[in-house]
C-alpha cells in the first residue's frame, strides 16, 4: 500500500515537472511569435512582376491584413443589422412595421448627404504623408560615421577612442529621442539605468547628464558633447584642418535635426477636431445605414424595396471599405507603436550601433590590397549573364529617342545662308498671315487720325469765323509745301502719334465767369500791383499780335520774291513733320516765352463770341521757357494765335488723341 502510495506521488510529481516544462517552452513560443509579430509586413518581392491577379495571393495572408484589424467591428456591425431586422419581421405590430418602414425610407434618403469620400479621402492622404516623413525622419548615422572615420586621424589608442565615444554620444543622442516617441523602445529602455547597462552611456556621463537640470527633453545633450570632442580633436592636431571640422559638424547637425523632427512630429499631431469629424462622420454614417438599409416587405410596394434578400451584400461591403480606410488612417497616424506595419525602431537602434561602431573602429584604414582587375586589358568590358538573364544581350541598346526617325533625302541637303535668307524675306512678304495682320493695321484707328480729324475741323472753323480766303488758298497751293497743314489728315507730323500724353484742344463757347487759363503769363514782364487783369490781358495780346504781324509781314515778303527757295512756315509746339525735296527752310522761327504755372496748350484767339479750337502736341510748358510761336495762315486779316481767352468764357478741353473730353467751368 505504501509502494502504490509513492509510485503515485512520483508520477504526479512528473507529470508536474513536465507541465512546468511544456508550459515554460509555450511560453517562450508565445514571446518568440509576439516578437515575430512586430516585424514590419514585407511582401515587395511577391509583386515584383504584375502577373494575371497578382495581388491575389496577398489577400489570403492575415498578418497586417485588413481583416485582422476590422473583423471585430465587422461582426459587430453584422449583429446589430441581424438583430434590427429580426426585431422588424418577427416582433413588431402591423403600425410598427408601416412606422418603421417610413423611418427606414427617411433615413436612406438622408444618408447620403454625409460625404464620407471626401472626408475619409482627404484625412488618409494627409496621414499617409506624414507617415513617411516620419520614417525619413529617423536618424540614421551612415554619413555621420563616414566623415567621421575620414576626417578624424590617429589609429593609436587616443584616436580610436575619439572616434568610438563621439560615435557613441550620436547614437545615445538617437537612443534618447526613439525612447520618447516609441512605446516599442521605452519597454526595452524603460529607465537610465537600462540606458547604461545596455552600453550606451557611462556612469559618469550618466551624473553629468542628470546634474543638467531641463524641464525639456534632453536628448540634444550628447550631440553637445559630440562637438566638444570634436574641437578637442582639432586642437589635438587630429582633424587637419577647419574644412573637415566643419563638415563634420555639419553633418552632426543633420543628424541632430532629425531627432528633433521626430521630437515634433511626436508632439504636434494631426489636429484633434479632423479625427473627430472623420470618425463621427463613419459612425454616424453606418449607424444610420443600420435602419435605412433593411429589407423592407415587398408587398407594401416601396420604391426600391421590390426584393427581399436578408442580407445586406452591398451595404456589408461598403461598411468593409469605408471602416477599413478609417482603420489604415488608424494604425499610420503612428508608427511608432507595436502595430503590424509599424517601424521597427529597436531593430534600427542595433543595426545602427553596430554599424557605425564597426565603421569608425575596426575598419579605420583597413583597405584592402589594390590590385588590377580582370578587365584591366579590355577596352569593352562586359560583365557575364547567367542563363535566366541572357535575354538581354538580345535586346538592342537604346541610343534615343529619335535615333530611328526616317528623314528623305531631298531635306539632308544643307542650303547656302544666301538663299536661307532670300526664302525668309518672299516667305515674310508672302506670308498670308503678316498680310492679315498688316490689312488689320491698316483698318484699325490711331492716334494719328484722330488727330488729323481734329486739326481738319480746326483748319474748316477758322475759315467760317474768320470768313477768310487766304485759308483755303494757302491749303490748296502750298499744300505739300508747308509744314503746318492743319487742313489736311495726313500732314500731322508722326511724333504726336508716339507721345503718351494726349493732345488737348479747347473750344471756346459761350461765356462764362471763370476760366481755367488766367494764370497764364506771356513775357517776361511782371505784373504791377495795381493793374486790372483785363488790362493786363489786353495789354499782353497787343504786344504779341504786334510781333506776330511783323514776322508775318517779312515771311511774306520773303515769299514773293523767293517764291522757289525757301517758304517760312508757322511754327507751332508740334514736332516738325519730315522735309520733302522742296521744303528747306533757311531762318528760324520767332520764339515768343512764355511764363505759365500750368501745363498749357497753343491757344487760337479770335474774335469775340467765336469759337476756335486749341491744340498741343506737347504736354506741359515749364516756367520761363521759351516757346515758338507759330505763324498764322491768314491772308488779309492780321491775328495771333498766342491769346489767352476772355475772363467770361468756360473752356471745354477734348482729349484728342485718348478721345475723351474734359469741360472746365
Known sequence: MTNFFCEIMFSLSLAHLSLAVSSKQLFCVFYSGDLLSLMTVTYTARVANARFCGFSKLLWAWKGSIYKVLYKEFLAFFAMYTAISITYRFFLYDDQKRYFEKLAIYCNHYASLIPMSFVLGFYVTLVVNRWWNQYTSIPLPDRLMCVLSGGLQGSDERGRLLRRTMMRYASLSALLILRSVSTAVFKRFPTMDHVVEAGFMTRDERKKFEGLHSPYNKYWIPCVWFTNLAAVARCEGRIKDNHTLKLLLEELNAFRGKCSMLFHYDMISVPLVYTQVVTLAVYSFFLVCLIGR????????????????????????????????????????????????????????????????????????????????????????????????????????????????????????????????????????????????????????????????????????????????????????????????????????????????????????????????????????????GEQPAIKERKELSRVESKCNEEHQIGEEEGKGERGETTRAPVSLLPPPPKSSREKSSRPSSSIPITSSHPSALLFHPAAHSSLELCSSQPAISHNKAVSTPKPPLGGNKMSFLTVPSFSEPQRFRSVSMGSELTGS
Open 294 to 529: 433593411q429589407f423592407l416587405d415587398p408587398s407594401q410596394g416601396y420604391p426600391g424595396h421590390d426584393l427581399d434578400l436578408y442580407v445586406p451584400i452591398f451595404t456589408l461591403l461598403q461598411f468593409f471599405f469605408y471602416a477599413g480606410w478609417l482603420k489604415v488612417a488608424e494604425q499610420l497616424i503612428n508608427p511608432f507603436g507595436e502595430d503590424d506595419d509599424d517601424f521597427e525602431t529597436n531593430w534600427l537602434i542595433d543595426r545602427n550601433f553596430q554599424v557605425s561602431m564597426m565603421a569608425v573602429d575596426e575598419m579605420y584604414g583597413d583597405l584592402p590590397m589594390m590590385e588590377r582587375d580582370r578587365y584591366w586589358n579590355d577596352s569593352n568590358p562586359r560583365p557575364p549573364y547567367t542563363a535566366a538573364t541572357l535575354f538581354v544581350l538580345r535586346k538592342p541598346s537604346f541610343q534615343g529617342s529619335t535615333f530611328d526617325m526616317a528623314i528623305p533625302k531631298e531635306e539632308m541637303h544643307f542650303q547656302p545662308l544666301e538663299d536661307i535668307a532670300e526664302n525668309l524675306e518672299e516667305s515674310g512678304t508672302r506670308h498670308p498671315n503678316m498680310a492679315l495682320f498688316n490689312r488689320l493695321l491698316n483698318s484699325a484707328p490711331s492716334p494719328t487720325g484722330l488727330m488729323g480729324g481734329a486739326l481738319r475741323r480746326t483748319s474748316a472753323q477758322l475759315q467760317r469765323l474768320r470768313h477768310s480766303p487766304g485759308i483755303d488758298q494757302y491749303n490748296s497751293d502750298d499744300e505739300d509745301k508747308d509744314s503746318c497743314k492743319i487742313g489736311k489728315a495726313g500732314s500731322l507730323p508722326s511724333g504726336l502719334g508716339q507721345e503718351t500724353q494726349s493732345t488737348v484742344c479747347s473750344f471756346r463757347e459761350e461765356k462764362s465767369v471763370r476760366t481755367p487759363l488766367l494764370e497764364i503769363q506771356f513775357g517776361s514782364e511782371q505784373d504791377r500791383p
